[in-house]
């Protein structure tokens, strides 16, 4: 449905070439020799550290910007025509509305932009405010509602049409943790054989939860697509894991040499195998301890991230 082949953008300053307090300006390669087809039917995730090219990626698949080479199709056409031909549902990482407009008058509007009938557009304004929880807040102006309810206003403006292609830049910013799991809910409603659902995020955790493929990206290149479902059942072999235990965890770094204390009967060991670990864990039960929990501290996809693109990144996710 959506394919973007060989595609590259450049960013070229005024003062390319030139030098600037003794600096030669270059050129910003945003992206790079990138291509990947993403399937309707799919919930696919968008991840990378900052400046990896993530936005431009996006503002290209908007048609916002033209590629400095190769191509970005949807559905064989160029995505600017395909979207005045279809529509897209679309949620910017920084929600902008006009903050003297009230809420409700804001979904009308959007509604009308976005080509809902005029029949239906009072109909449908009231439908997403009732998907969103804004019900309450339908006579507010938009400068007094909180970062959340203002997230959660632009989810619905995004989803006002029944659109083939959804894309959904930072949706959960700002999000409580009730909303973000009801966010959860609502993506997988969208799910249809027909509809293609891109979501970027930096919460590589609800990514997880999401998302069937997380294509990772970082110096405007292609670094790795991670088939989440798979790689979930699939615990990545060689991370290192957290036990809990009932006591002080001495017993631990007898079995595990090398563990490292994190608190009160909690201890990290070192990287190994999943029959290792699970033999030292039997060797700790069968020896008296009693053992309450134990994960690995990074999640399948996390470490996913953190091998295609360097450990220090995944700190800022």
């Not at 301890?289 to 450990?311: C, I, K, M, N, W």
Request: some cysteine; glycine content about 10%; aromatic content about 6%.
């Amino acid at each position: 449905m959506i394919r973007f082949t060989n595609a590259g953008k450049r960013y070229r300053p005024l003062l390319a070439g030139m030098r600037y307090r003794g600096q030669l300006v270059r050129e910003v390669r945003a992206l790079e020799d990138f291509s990947l087809e993403m399937r309707a039917g799919e919930v696919v995730g968008l991840a990378g550290p900052n400046g990896a090219g993530k936005s431009t990626l996006i503002a290209l698949l908007m048609g916002f910007l033209a590629p400095s080479e190769g191509s970005v199709t949807i559905d064989d056409l160029p995505p600017r025509r395909w979207i005045e031909r279809n529509g897209i549902g679309y949620l910017s990482e920084l929600v902008n509305i006009p903050p003297g407009w009230r809420t409700y008058d804001t979904l009308r509007r959007y509604a009308l932009l976005a080509g809902v009938p005029t029949d239906r557009v009072a109909s449908r304004a009231t439908e997403v405010m009732e998907l969103l929880g804004l019900e309450e807040h339908r006579a507010k102006r938009v400068r007094h509602l909180s970062k959340g309810n203002l997230q959660r206003l632009g989810l619905a403006q995004a989803l006002l049409c029944d659109e083939r292609v959804i894309v959904l830049d930072e949706p959960t910013h700002g999000l409580d943790p009730v909303w973000t799991q009801r966010f959860r809910d609502i993506v997988n409603a969208l799910r249809r054989d027909d509809r293609l659902v891109l979501i970027a995020s930096h919460n590589l955790d609800e990514l997880a939860r999401l998302a069937d493929r997380v294509v990772i990206v970082d110096h405007g290149r292609l670094q790795r697509i991670v088939d989440v479902r798979a790689t979930t059942r699939d615990v990545a072999e060689g991370a290192p894991y957290r036990i809990v235990v009932a006591g002080d965890g001495t017993a631990v770094a007898r079995v595990f040499p090398g563990a490292r204390t994190i608190g009160a009967g909690e201890v990290e060991v070192t990287a190994m195998s999943i029959a290792k670990l699970n033999a030292g864990v039997v060797a700790l039960v069968q020896g008296g301890t009693v053992v309450t929990a134990f994960y690995p501290v990074h999640s399948a996809l996390e470490q996913q991230f953190r091998d295609a693109v360097g450990a220090g990144a995944s700190e800022g996710t």
